[in-house]
């Protein structure tokens, strides 16, 4: 059964950094694409960032990029988000995704939340 | 950069059928797919490549994309139906649509 299972996130101040972490099971994970999708409270979803399966190629929204960076250890068969500089518009649940074939994320986590409060 | 614009909520009633619209410039083009969210949960996929279901998804869900606008159909809507669905694209990036709240009434 695959399993994608978030963690890392909690209460942080503005400014601040903070470590997701995404464990994965159930399936190959170096032969994956994966991403990182986030949702703000009672808001829609929306893309933050993409890796390759041998995490050679890298995309960012344009809301994060130069402040968040993605990262795997394919022998951890994890998925990693480093968040830095943090702001409030960040607060959101954090989930990682599977790449299913083409274009579309078939296996989601339950999500981790992360608050950026004072 | 890229938007998807659906409609904020589509009612129906029990057993009839529902359409949700989501629009973009040239979607037809790409690929477009579906997601459902309950309450609380995390997306699941229902339709991908315009029509395609994974497996475990009803035969009630399908899915069409052309033009400007790709169209998820559930017909025979059941209670269980009742979510959020939001459509998704590839454009230099995962682009998600605004979403809609399906209310079955």
């Known amino acids: 059964e695959v399993q994608l299972v978030e963690s890392g996130g909690g209460l942080v101040q503005p400014g601040g950094s903070l470590r997701l972490s995404c464990a994965a099971s159930?399936?190959?994970?170096?032969?994956?694409?994966m991403n990182w999708v986030r949702q703000a409270p009672g808001k829609g979803l929306e893309w933050v960032s993409y890796?390759?399966?041998?995490?050679?190629?890298?995309y960012y929204a344009d809301s994060v990029k130069g402040r968040f960076t993605i990262s795997r250890d394919n022998a951890k068969n994890s998925l990693y988000l480093q968040m830095n500089s943090l702001r409030a518009e960040d607060t959101a649940v954090y989930y990682c995704?599977?790449?299913?074939?083409?274009?579309?994320?078939?296996?989601w986590g339950q999500g981790t939340l992360v608050t950026v409060s004072s | 950069s890229y938007e998807l614009t659906q409609p904020p909520s589509v009612s129906v009633s029990p057993g009839q059928t529902a359409s949700i619209t989501c629009s973009g410039d040239?979607?037809?083009?790409?690929?477009a797919c579906w997601y459902q969210q309950k309450p609380g949960q995390s997306p699941v996929l229902v339709i991908y490549q315009d029509s395609k279901r994974p497996s475990g998804i009803p035969e009630r869900f399908s899915g069409s994309n052309s033009g400007n606008t790709a169209t998820l159909t559930i017909s025979g809507t059941q209670a269980m139906d009742e979510a959020d669905y939001y459509c998704?694209?590839?454009?230099?990036?995962?682009?998600f649509g605004t979403g809609t709240k399906v209310t079955v009434l």
């Open positions: 040239k979607l037809g083009d790409k690929y």
């Open positions: 995704a599977r790449v299913h074939g083409g274009t579309e994320l078939d296996y």
């Open positions: 159930g399936f190959t994970f170096s032969s994956y694409e």
């Open positions: 998704q694209a590839w454009d230099s990036g995962y682009v």
């Open positions: 890796i390759s399966s041998s995490g050679s190629t890298i």
